[in-house]
């Protein structure tokens, strides 16, 4: 009796262990192309369609191999296996595939850039270039523990102070996008570490129902145009819970020229969030034709960012209803290399300056060389506490293009803490002067329509230069609501708290 319960409990092992075995060498015959089969999972390892994996050999046609397989095969997950590095020039997502880098598994860019021949706005060749692309997706899921490295350094030129300079290009500029997927839905971005792009590096262009979420993405401080996640077109996303630096902005939503077809961007939800950049950290245009709606950005950090919140509406597109809420922002002074002047908030509506640059036929309507703005209307601060070398800004080239802005529980620190000249405002890209002269008040308000602030606060730093002055000045702002504002001028012998030039 005790010898037939002992072969009882051995037989189950040992058919469980022959099946370990059986489904090994399954997946080692059908490496020539058929995927394994894990918990129901299609899986296509890489390396089976070729990959070599040495970080010098370009794999970018076996991983193009793995992708084509997969949907072919109605779907499954791509697999860039741990302990590699895969050196890879341009290659397409599919639809129904998950592609999967493993924790310890990089994809590096080719950093030859002739390989890179697909512009990443059409027929505008002057704005870089697609490395991994994907047009009309479903159901992509880009995931895993690894990371996509986008080699950006390779395609930079001198090393400057606090950037790189820029490479001349005649017609092609071929510094590569990191990722560009057009017309997609259902898109999962969940996990992976971006590095290192030449250019914007999560571009998303007409794609609806999409979540991004516990990413890290590490871009070069220095490198122009390096953009975190740029939402162009979009619908009803949600990104969550991510860590990022960037040279150029962290998050940014617009609706640009090239890609007018997929219609208006909204519904984005942004959350838990932590962002650095030598530019604006969260950026709502320029480039908008279309409208930007219906956007809430709430619980996120900006540390140590050339302009903390922007809208920056330079074209006729309109942006409305948006909330930024629980937020602490740090700004400070940078070159004039990049955009921005320590403004931990700003909101403007100004036409872009006239076409008489190379690019003017992608910044107007077709066939004209100069624009108009749209407004910018019902956006609400609530529950954010800024330290910063410059004020609050709001203004517009008329005082009907921004109305309705409610600063609620907005508190401001100021403080001179580099050596980069203050007293300025950055209306770039505008039809106006660019860089304006103005003093540093905590909020500067020139030319809106309806601005109410209550319960919020200005403070003065311990180093406060002689253009630092009002905790509030205002021009041409007609109906202007203040409501329990705390804190004086800096310098109340001198200059009043509040400075209103139009009293309406």
């Given at each position: ?172 500029d071929p510094r590569p996008h990191l990722l560009t997927i057009v017309g997609g839905k259902s898109l999962r971005i ?152 320590a403004e931990p908030i700003y909101v403007t509506a100004y036409r872009r300056a006239k076409g008489d640059h190379k ?146």
């Amino acid at each position: 009796m005790h010898n037939s319960l002992l072969l009882f409990l051995l037989v189950p092992c040992l058919f469980l262990t022959s099946c370990k075995v059986d489904q090994h060498n399954t997946t080692l015959a059908e490496a020539t192309g058929n995927a394994a089969n894990l918990q129901g999972q299609k899986l296509f390892n890489i390396k089976d369609f070729g990959a070599v994996g040495n970080g010098k050999t370009d794999d970018a046609k076996a991983i193009q191999r793995a992708i084509d397989a997969c949907s072919a095969a109605g779907g499954g997950r791509v697999v860039i296996p741990a302990g590699s590095t895969f050196m890879a020039g341009p290659f397409d997502l599919k639809s129904f595939v998950e592609f999967h880098v493993e924790a310890g598994a990089k994809v590096l860019a080719n950093g030859d850039e002739n390989v890179y021949t697909k512009s990443a706005f059409r027929d505008n060749k002057g704005e870089g270039t697609i490395w991994i692309g994907g047009e009309n997706l479903e159901q992509v899921t880009i995931s895993g523990g690894g990371s996509i490295d986008g080699n950006g350094i390779s395609f930079m030129g001198a090393e400057l102070e606090d950037s790189y300079e820029l490479k001349p290009f005649d017609v092609v500029d071929p510094r590569p996008h990191l990722l560009t997927i057009v017309g997609g839905k259902s898109l999962r971005i969940r996990g992976v570490t971006f590095l290192n792009s030449a250019y914007w590096t999560i571009h998303l262009v007409g794609c609806d129902d999409v979540a991004i979420s516990d990413i890290t993405l590490l871009n070069s401080l220095k490198v122009r145009n390096s953009d975190g996640i740029d939402l162009d077109h979009c619908k009803n996303v949600r990104i969550s819970n991510s860590y990022i630096e960037s040279g150029d902005d962290c998050i940014c939503l617009k609706n640009r020229r090239e890609y007018e077809e997929f219609g208006v961007c909204e519904n984005i939800t942004v959350t838990g969030c932590t962002m650095t950049s030598r530019s604006c950290a969260i950026k709502i245009g320029s480039e908008n034709m279309d409208t930007i709606r219906n956007v809430v950005f709430n619980n996120c950090i900006i540390r140590s960012s050339n302009r903390g919140v922007g809208i920056q509406n330079r074209d006729e597109g309109v942006v409305s209803d948006v909330i930024f809420s629980n937020m602490l922002i740090e700004g400070k002074l940078f070159s004039d290399v990049w955009w921005g002047k320590a403004e931990p908030i700003y909101v403007t509506a100004y036409r872009r300056a006239k076409g008489d640059h190379k690019d003017a036929g992608w910044r107007f309507p077709k066939g004209q060389r100069e624009g108009r703005v749209g407004e910018v209307k019902n956006i609400y601060f609530s529950n954010i506490k800024c330290q910063s070398e410059n004020g609050i800004y709001v203004s517009g080239e008329s005082a009907d293009k921004i109305s309705n802005i409610f600063f609620d529980q907005v508190d401001i620190t100021i403080n001179k803490i580099t050596a980069h000249a203050g007293g300025v405002y950055d209306r770039r890209p505008s039809d106006v002067e660019g860089m304006v002269q103005g003093r540093t008040s905590g909020f500067y308000f020139d030319k809106a329509t309806g601005i109410t602030v209550r319960n919020s606060s200005v403070t003065w730093g311990t180093n406060v230069p002689a253009y630092f002055a009002h905790a509030l000045e205002a021009h041409d702002v007609s109906t202007l609501k203040i409501t329990d504002l705390e804190g004086d001028s800096a310098f109340p012998e001198k200059m009043k708290a509040i400075q209103n030039y139009t009293l309406k």
